[in-house]
């Protein structure tokens, strides 16, 4: 059984640093990608980082110069390295892992709070 296991999250001030980190149990083959969403209260789920299996990145909008994904196919984890952080930040960020036709896989979330 696939299960993703997030670490990393919680209080930070404006301008701070965080690390989250994502970790793949009971799984035999590498996602098709690995990545980061994240929900803000009242707001639809959003991306923040992908990691293809071979290594072609993407970021939403909010991301783009703040953040970097990190992604180890032979560890099966995925980072989200997130710097300045702003209150916008603010939510719960989920790691996520698509295996094409063997599906999504959804980790339990991890709260990021940044605070002025």
């Known amino acids: 059984q696939v299960q993703l296991v997030e670490s990393g999250g919680g209080l930070v001030q404006t301008g701070g640093s965080l690390r989250l980190s994502c970790a793949i149990t009971?799984?035999?083959?590498?996602?098709?990608?690995m990545g980061w969403y994240r929900q803000a209260p009242g707001k639809q789920r959003e991306l923040v980082a992908s990691?293809?299996?071979?290594?072609?990145?993407k970021y939403g909008d909010p991301a783009k110069g703040r953040f970097t994904v990190f992604r180890d196919n032979d560890k099966n984890t995925v980072s989200l390295q997130m710097t300045n952080l702003e209150a916008e930040d603010t939510g719960v960020y989920y790691c996520?892992?698509?295996?094409?036709?063997?599906?999504?896989?959804w980790g339990q979330g991890t709260q990021v709070t940044v605070s002025s």
């Open positions: 996520h892992a698509d295996y094409g036709i063997g599906g999504n896989f």
């Open positions: 009971g799984s035999m083959f590498d996602p098709e990608v």
């Open positions: 990691a293809t299996v071979d290594f072609r990145l």
